[in-house]
């Protein structure tokens, strides 16, 4: 495996830990939500270092449906994450509290919120789009493991939907709920699982849908 392979890895799946991680506010503590958030925002950045290069391809070619949906989720995930980063340095009250901002929280907790649970599921779709990666590495299975690891990706993404209504996402979607509810009582291993199924959820959506674009293509050259 190429050093750069190894460093996307190594970014990659942190990132994918931290942003499940950053949904449990209240259940990690305010001060480990923002350290965690300056490590997002790090890890982030270095990804977008490490793929400079699609950037600088941004011009360049012709724009493909797959293309115009991939080129439209990283813009719409770079200006969430601009946005969570503004909004969360005014609400911070440990990791960025040296720096000289005051009032403002009112506003930056909305779109602290709204930029969270949409970052949330935009990521979960583009990691969807390049699946086919991850595929790529078990495509020497037997047919019958292959299709044993549909149906696992199949039951999570129907766990997904029904952990998508319990966790009450389409309200803070569209910022109907203005706080989010945890529920303390239950185990937090079951509100992680909840979360890591609604990531599944939009994986498959992300990942079926760039099949369908791809697909689309090849039928039109023919």
């Known amino acids: 495996m190429k050093k750069k392979q190894v460093l996307r890895i190594v970014t990659d799946v942190p990132m994918t830990a931290a942003l499940v991680l950053l949904m449990s506010y209240s259940l990690l503590g305010e001060a480990a939500h923002e350290w965690i958030g300056v490590a997002m925002l790090a890890l982030f950045v270095t990804h977008h270092v490490l793929n400079r290069r699609w950037f600088r391809g941004l011009f360049k070619g012709k724009y493909t449906p797959f293309r115009i949906l991939q080129t439209a989720l990283v813009l719409l995930i770079f ?12 609400l911070s009250r440990y990791a960025l509290d040296f720096l000289p901002i005051r009032g403002g929280r009112a506003w930056a907790r909305e779109v602290h919120m709204l930029c969270a649970y949409w970052g949330f599921v935009l990521m979960s779709l583009h990691l969807g789009l390049h699946w086919n990666m991850m595929l790529a590495k078990v495509r020497n299975v037997g047919k019958t493991q292959t299709w044993l690891l549909r149906i696992a990706a199949l039951a999570v993404a ?14 803070y979607l569209l910022l109907r709920n203005h706080f989010v509810f945890f529920d303390f009582d239950a185990p937090r291993i079951v509100f992680y699982l909840d979360y890591i199924a609604i990531m599944g959820l939009f994986i498959f959506i992300g990942h ?13 050259q023919r």
């Open 158 to 171: 129907v766990y997904g939907i029904y952990a998508f209504a319990k966790q009450d996402i389409l309200n």
């Open 79 to 90: 200006a969430g994450m601009i946005g969570s980063a503004v909004s969360g340095a005014v």
């Open 208 to 220: 079926y849908l760039a099949r369908w674009l791809r697909r689309g293509k090849k039928d039109m």
